[in-house]
T-cell receptor, first 109, second 117 residues
Framework: QQPVQSPQAVILREGEDAVINCSSS?????VHWYRQKHGEAPVFLMI?????EQKGHEKISASFNEKKQQSSLYLTASQLSYSGTYFC??????????FGQGTILTVHP | GAVVSQHPSWVICKSGTSVKIECRSL??????MFWYRQFPKQSLMLMAT?????????EQGVEKDKFLINHASLTLSTLTVTSAHPEDSSFYIC?????????????FGSGTRLTVV
């Protein structure tokens, strides 16, 4: 079953923050986050492997609440290059990855 | 880093013909690759899991006789869309687990845009 993402779309001005949420009705072995620009392949952002885990790279971070089967992606001080569609992916122990429906992020100058 | 090369980038074919899409892991071996299909403004839908040396595992609702997957070597998986029809027009993407380890997620090919006319 597909993870559910919210919101469906976000519009920001440069420098603003955003949070994208991902929840699953099935137990997740791992949570992946990817960003896809129009016409291109998804690009890996980060993976969370354990409940309670939090990770960050530069101004993008994520957390995984295993009890609630929820993950959130935090984008701080957004840049124009952050625009794109963000997908969370729920991973199984044998490697299968099922993506959420995506969140369209648009950053304006 | 892990690189997955996918060819062709785009293809236009006539209805009823077959199209083969290749997915290669360039600097690592991938015993498992995944094939996705993405319609405009929609999510990536997993079609099948390609396993080196064995039969692919197809997701529910995906016709295995229509979407033939072959994973004959540790670096190459192919998807053949047989007897393509306009409704098969889509963006097809392959992926493989980054061989550097679990913390690196999955690497995607650049995708193939298939248009059936």
């Amino acid at each position: 079953q597909q993870p559910v993402q919210s919101p469906q779309a976000v519009i920001l001005r440069e420098g603003e923050d955003a949070v994208i949420n991902c929840s699953s009705s099935k137990a997740l072995y791992s949570v992946h986050w990817y960003r896809q620009k129009h016409g291109e392949a998804p690009v890996f952002l980060m993976i969370l492997l354990k409940g309670g885990e939090q990770k960050g790279h530069e101004k993008i971070s994520a957390s995984f609440n295993e009890k609630k089967q929820q993950s959130s992606l935090y984008l701080t001080a957004s840049q124009l290059s952050y625009s794109g569609t963000y997908f969370c992916g729920g991973g199984t122990s044998y490697g299968k990855l099922t993506f959420g429906q995506g969140t369209i992020l648009t950053v304006h100058p | 880093g892990a690189v997955v090369s996918q060819h062709p980038s785009w293809v236009i074919c006539k209805s009823g013909t077959s199209v083969k899409i290749e997915c290669r892991s360039l600097d690592f071996q991938a015993t498992t690759m995944f094939w996705y299909r993405q319609f405009p403004k929609q999510s990536l839908m997993l079609m099948a899991t390609s396993n080196e040396g064995s039969k692919a595992t197809y997701e529910q609702g995906v016709e295995k006789d229509k979407f033939l997957i072959n994973h004959a070597s540790l670096t190459l998986s192919t998807l053949t869309v047989t007897s393509a029809h306009p409704e098969d027009s889509s963006f097809y993407i392959c992926s493989a687990r980054d061989s550097r380890g679990r913390n690196y997620g999955y690497t995607f090919g650049s995708g193939t845009r298939l248009t059936v006319v």
